[in-house]
């Protein structure tokens, strides 16, 4: 029983990955079924011995299979749908409201992916329905309303599936894009420390060996060999930190990319380019990337916005990152990750403003200098002597 009701991998929801839209979706197609109760009560022409036990049986079986529509495994999508339209065929001679389910399987069967087999499945539903209107004297107006409702209404579920499947995609390709670079800049990082380390780590223990034995027989000379392997040591550290600090380094362009496809994947406009002549050094470009993320990040979520853009301008050794929306404003000043911005940007000697009044959008303007020299920890590591030509031998 616990499997009836635990949504199906191959399912709308799974495979669409469960958004909260369709459940709403799902749920706000079911409000309709009060009317199954009320039009009955409403109407003076009919006893409720007639239409109440058909109607109280109906609807769990009409639930039951609405829920699996959406959670069920998509290939029998249409049986399901099948299903509610015979169900409405049988309790419609009972309880008029009940054409409610062959209108609401004719909507179901637009969550297919092909327009030809919803079509399809509307012609082979309505064969049926206009036998049984025939056969209670339904009025030939009333059935083209419903027919239309119908229509209308399930084409309207066929855009919209088609368009949260684009949209699924395109959140499945932006995953897959981020993964195929962190896998290229592992790839990367691999070469460069099998160069470094490779010839270096050799030299490394053909001195050391060399130390060993001249240890006893002339010390001096093995001192020297230590002294040089030191050198050696010294001077791959420095090398290997480059490398992980390349690993680690942020690239503009990149998040500029990743929050195109996070933001157009929502259906926000976005606008934004990195100008060509852009310089930077890696110990700026870094944080602000992170800067980037988080105000990106913070539109996807907070702002509910239609656009944005980010914009960049450079004025001498000053360089300006310019990050807008037209949500709903009103950003705190030190909420949504906004303290840990202010605290990159702070510790590049920038500065940091953020425009943001109520339903008019959030501005937040990025100040810092274009370079920004290493510090002395940093830069003691570097080797304090390069090895010549014959010592290298």
């Known amino acids: 029983m616990k499997a009836w009701f635990t949504p199906h991998p191959d399912s709308l929801l799974g495979k669409l990955g469960s958004p909260s839209y369709l459940r709403w979706e799902a749920m706000a197609n079911l409000v309709w079924v009060a009317a199954l109760f009320i039009g009955p009560i409403t109407d003076a022409r009919t006893t409720w011995t007639r239409w109440l036990l058909p109607t109280l049986i109906s609807a769990p079986i009409y639930l039951y299979f609405h829920y699996r529509i959406y959670a069920g495994p998509y290939r029998y999508l249409p049986w399901y749908a099948a299903g509610i339209g015979l169900l409405g065929m049988l309790v419609w001679p009972f309880n008029g409201v009940a054409i409610g389910f062959i209108v609401s399987a004719g909507m179901c069967m637009a969550y297919l992916q092909s327009l030809r087999r919803w079509l399809t499945g509307l012609a082979i539903l309505a064969v049926p329905v206009a036998f049984q209107a025939w056969r209670l004297h339904m009025s030939p107006w009333v059935m083209l309303l419903i027919a ?38 592992r790839e990367r990082i691999g070469r460069d420390l099998h160069d470094l380390l490779g010839h270096t780590l050799s030299l490394v223990a053909l001195k050391s060996e060399l130390a060993r034995k001249l ?11 230590m002294e040089e392997v030191e050198r050696v040591a010294r001077h791959a550290l420095a090398e290997v930190r480059t490398a992980v600090t390349g690993m680690r380094r942020g690239d503009l362009a990149a998040e500029l990319v990743s929050a195109r496809l ?19 050094s890696t ?18 979520r907070h702002a509910r916005a239609q656009s944005a853009w980010v914009e960049f301008t450079t004025s001498g050794d000053q360089f300006e990152m310019r990050v807008r929306d037209d949500g709903c404003g009103g950003l705190s000043a030190h909420g949504n990750g906004v303290s840990g911005m202010r605290e990159r940007i702070h510790a590049l000697g920038g500065s940091l403003k953020i425009d943001s009044p109520p339903r008019r959008g959030t ?24 090895l010549d030509d014959r010592s290298a031998a």
């Open 262 to 280: 996070m933001l157009e994947a929502s259906g926000l406009n976005f606008s934004g380019a990195l100008p060509d002549d852009t310089r930077l």
């Open 148 to 185: 239309f409702v119908a229509l209308a209404s399930g084409f309207g579920h066929f855009l919209r599936m088609n368009n949260h499947r684009r949209d699924a995609a395109l959140r499945m390709s932006q995953d897959e894009v981020r993964r195929l670079a962190t896998l290229a800049e």
């Open 215 to 225: 240890a006893r027989v002339d010390p001096e000379r093995a001192q020297r060999e």
């Open 363 to 386: 501005l937040l303007t990025v100040r810092v200098p274009r370079h920004k020299e290493q510090s002395a920890d940093v830069a003691s590591d570097a080797p304090t002597a390069v």
């Open 283 to 300: 110990q700026v470009e870094a944080p602000l990337a992170l800067v980037l993320r988080e105000a990106v990040t913070n539109i996807h």
